[in-house]
């Protein structure tokens, strides 16, 4: 089966960096995917990790390592309008498809 | 371009009753997916379509059904409406390998 765990929340300052980490468990992935969520609205993609290593979109990055079993998303520059619900999903191959099994979400939390 | 759209947005049903939950979209994309978040929780994938015509059960699909008769849409019907099934839903869609595009959601309550 499939697990992720991420921490539950998340609090820092404007201006801050913060890191969510992922940790999973699951018998074969192909990638890493992050979504933000927030309060009241849907999930929209941040960014996707395929292969091992670090990917930076603007502010974000996310960084994978399969034999850690292990990947984060790193928030540079914080903004009042990042606070929301980070989720962490591993895209897992189906018989016909593949299908994203998803973390129970982080609650990041930026103060003035 | 729309991108992913549900109706309704809100629905109250009694234990029992049944209804069908809509989802359209406009990018032309083969992959669809439902989903239902529970308050405070991830996403779990009820059921998912690669095609029209083509539909498969996700990690918790008792209690619904699908069809996907079009490429653009992807109804999600309840059968018996019971208070577990008080969610917030999601439609979804993709091209093979992309990222998932979300709709706004339907926050279904079963009282």
């Known amino acids: 089966g499939q697990s992720l765990e991420q921490p539950s929340e998340v609090t820092a300052v404007e201006g801050a960096i913060v890191q969510i980490n992922c940790t999973y468990q699951t018998s074969g992935f192909y990638g890493l995917s992050w979504y933000q969520q927030h309060d009241g609205g849907a999930p929209t993609f941040l960014s996707y990790n395929g292969l091992d290593g670090l990917e930076e979109t603007g502010r974000f990055s996310s960084f994978l390592s399969r034999s850690d079993s292990y990947g984060y998303l790193l928030l540079q520059e914080l903004q009042m309008k990042d606070s929301a619900s980070y989720f962490c999903a591993v895209r897992v191959p189906s018989y016909n498809t593949d299908k994203l099994i998803f973390g129970t979400g982080t609650r990041l939390q930026v103060f003035p | 371009n729309a991108g992913v759209t549900q109706t309704p947005k809100f629905r109250i049903l009694k234990i029992g009753q049944s209804m069908t939950l809509q989802c359209t979209q406009d990018m032309n994309h083969n992959y669809m997916y439902w989903y239902r978040q529970d308050p405070g929780m991830g996403l779990k994938l009820i059921y998912y379509s690669v095609g029209a015509g083509i539909t498969d059960k996700g990690e918790v699909p008792n209690g619904y059904n699908v069809s996907r008769s079009t490429t653009e849409d992807f109804p999600l019907r309840l059968e018996l409406a019971a208070p577990s099934q008080t969610s917030v839903y999601f439609c979804?869609?993709?091209?093979?390998?992309?990222?998932?595009?979300f709709g706004p959601g339907t926050r279904l309550t079963v009282t």
């Open positions: 979804a869609s993709s091209n093979q390998e992309g990222e998932q595009y």
